[in-house]
């Protein structure tokens, strides 16, 4: 196919595209976009996307509130954003169009699926007039095609019956965007027969709907070209396309090998980290042990009691799952046993936007407990930073013997990009962080060796972490607060202030176990810091780089470890006469570091449910920057 392409039309060199492909949740569009996705990351692009799933899980079909949709960006160069616009909609029905036709510029293109345009679909999504003849599309680039009525007479040879066969549809769409932007087409094909080995209907519609997409596009005639993305230039090795949420649970698998566990995960479903949960649950074979429990309480204490045991117990929730779990939280900090608890952020409070993303856990993270319970927390900052994120926290988590919060969020998590898959020997050696204790620690007075559960690593503070039935190493445990290295209970004042003290002084300690804030300030003497947590790397990346090629000066830098904070991030933000501190949420990060460094730090926020879009940040950096300028008149 790739072959009549470059005989028939010569493909017009794009270096960057956008795509979005919308329509009702049942209309396939998430996997539509995850195909072309992965013919994309095949092809040697390097891409970023953002899933956007319909809030309700039953919403009527045909309206706005139904919609689901996936964008791609796709680039012959380096790119840190799934873009913020798309230069080519495909609209599957009215009520996409409805949604996504806002974020259109002028000069983009609209794929729409004329067949869904009646009188009837047109009133569920909310228009008035047919928004084909009324201008209010004037200035894009409309292509009509009747997918569903086309789908059907292609797959009239596989049997399918009229509306089982209507769902290839999608597939129609891909074949044809897969022609327009010259997209191989033999990974789509092998994979739908993969996957569809054991229906052969289902198999042979999807592949005919396919392939008719993409002759369509060849022989239609209403296309001016078609276009070509080369492949990126990407640092040499073995690349696989990979999402958040998958990256979290490869990382803690590797986590349990490097420390020679096994891993166990105590999880109730919630969106959207469930998928953390279901990537788990595949590898058995690595040692890897999933509960899905019947509430968070009983998850989160499932793992606790795992960690107990001597496994690496793990814990999968969303900011609601959070609430439900801070008790528990609080008693594997007063164990002082491992934990890796993964908070996939969302919108919030309450059940709040449960498909849609923020990072207002933070604060949570940190304070969220009742009594003085401070641990460790830190954030991801791209898809793939998932994996390695995971990795350090098992670390910490191991090395210090605290529960540790990985913060990701719903954009990382359903969001991929090209992955270089690392070598094992690059990886850290956990099993050289950690030891069980095997031999009594302790002289009695008269003599006797006993076991002190609470006799603290000289340098780490961390206690010695006993499995349940090691002859000799017979302890107790609980909630209650214990004394100082023996462990058992204890109500004297000064033993909790000492031990109040020790907890709070082992988790401020690793501070020196993480490295310092690197700080990208090409020239050196810029004068505004753009400080971000998470989530916010990828667009501030864009928008530094956009305003440094107009010849303006700023620097970037993004925390990873958000508690303890990395020893030189107060220097580092005094060094600037400004601080913009971006964040999807109203101001948390700005909030500590104000109190933490006495820093007059700006915030620049969002509460939206969807990500910073490259332009917002760089047209606040462009505002900070010329109040700087008319400071220095």
């Known amino acids: ?82 873009g913020d616009h798309p230069d080519v909609l495909v609209a599957m029905n009215p009520a996409a169009l409805k949604a996504h036709a806002r974020d259109l510029e002028p000069g983009a293109a609209v794929l729409l699926n004329s067949d869904s345009f009646d009188e009837r679909s047109l009133q569920k999504a909310g228009y008035t007039s047919d928004p084909r003849g009324d201008g209010s599309l004037a200035g894009l680039k409309v292509y009509e095609v009747p997918m569903t009525s086309l789908t059907l007479e292609a797959v009239k040879p596989s049997g399918t019956k009229a509306r089982d066969a209507e769902r290839s549809k999608n597939f129609f769409a891909l074949g044809l965007v897969s022609w327009m932007y010259s997209r191989p087409m033999e990974p789509t094909l092998e994979w739908v027969a993969k996957r569809f080995a054991n229906n052969e209907m289902v198999r042979e519609a999807n592949t005919l709907a396919c392939k008719a997409g993409w002759n369509f596009g060849e022989t239609a005639e209403i296309f001016e070209s078609v276009y070509e993305v080369r492949p990126a230039q990407l640092p040499p090795g073995t690349y696989t396309n990979i999402s958040g949420n998958t990256a979290l649970a490869w990382g803690i698998i590797a986590a349990g090998q490097l420390a020679k566990l096994p891993v166990f995960l105590g999880s109730y479903p919630i969106t959207p980290a469930s998928d953390v949960l279901h990537e788990l649950s595949k590898h058995k074979n690595f040692g890897v042990r999933t509960f899905q429990a019947e509430d968070e309480i009983a998850g989160v204490s ?95 988590a191991l090395k210090y013997r605290t529960p540790v919060i990985v913060l990701s969020d719903g954009y990382l998590a359903n969001g991929a990009e090209p992955w270089p898959v690392p070598e094992v020997e690059s990886l850290p050696d956990l099993s050289a962080e950690f030891s069980f204790a095997s031999t009594p620690n302790k002289v009695e007075p008269d003599g006797s060796e006993v076991f002190w559960p609470y006799l603290r690593d000289p340098e780490t503070l961390a206690r010695p972490w006993a499995v349940p039935g090691t002859p000799g190493l017979m302890h107790r445990l609980g909630g209650l607060e214990k004394s100082d290295g023996a462990g058992n209970v204890s109500y004297d004042p000064v033993n909790h202030d000492l031990m109040v003290r020790l907890r ?48 303006a000066k700023v620097a970037h830098a993004q925390l990873r470890h958000l508690n303890p904070f990395p020893a030189n991030l107060g220097d580092v933000v005094r060094a600037y006469k ?51 300028g008319t400071e220095g008149r």
Request: charged share 20%.
């Open 1 to 82: 196919m790739a072959d009549t392409i470059s005989r028939a039309r010569q493909a017009k060199s794009l270096d960057r595209v956008v795509i979005r492909f919308a329509g009702d949740s049942g209309d396939g569009m998430q996997l539509a976009g995850d195909r072309f996705t992965t013919s994309s990351a095949i092809y040697g692009n390097d891409l970023s996307t953002l899933p956007d799933f319909p809030a309700e899980i039953r919403a009527p079909a045909g309206t706005v509130a139904g919609v689901s949709a996936f964008q791609v960006h796709f680039s012959d160069h380096d790119i840190f954003t799934p």
């Open 504 to 551: 709070a002084q082992k988790v401020a300690g690793i501070v020196a176990d993480i490295p310092p804030i690197e700080v990208d300030d090409p020239t050196g003497d810029a004068e505004l810091l753009v400080l971000g947590w998470g989530s916010t790397y990828g667009a501030i990346c864009a928008a530094a780089r956009a305003v440094r090629a107009s010849g």
């Open 302 to 396: 499932a793992a606790l009691g795992a960690a107990y045991g001597g496994a690496l117990g793990v814990t999968t929730t969303s900011g609601p799952g959070l609430d439900l779990k801070a008790e528990a939280i609080g008693l594997a900090i007063s164990l002082e046993l491992p934990l890796v608890v993964f908070d996939i952020q969302r919108g919030g409070p309450s059940t709040g936007l449960p498909t849609k993303t923020e990072q207002a856990d933070l604060l949570h993270a940190i304070y969220g407990r009742h009594g003085e319970a401070p641990l460790p927390v830190v954030a991801p900052i791209t898809p793939g930073d998932c994996f390695y994120t995971a990795i350090e926290a098992a670390r910490l």
């Open 578 to 628: 400004r601080v913009l501190v971006p964040e999807v949420n109203l101001g948390q990060l700005r909030k500590l570091v104000r109190a933490e460094f006495l820093v007059d730090a700006q915030g620049l926020n969002q509460v939206s449910g969807l990500p910073f879009r490259r332009v917002d940040v760089q047209e606040a950096i462009i505002s900070q920057l010329m109040a700087l």
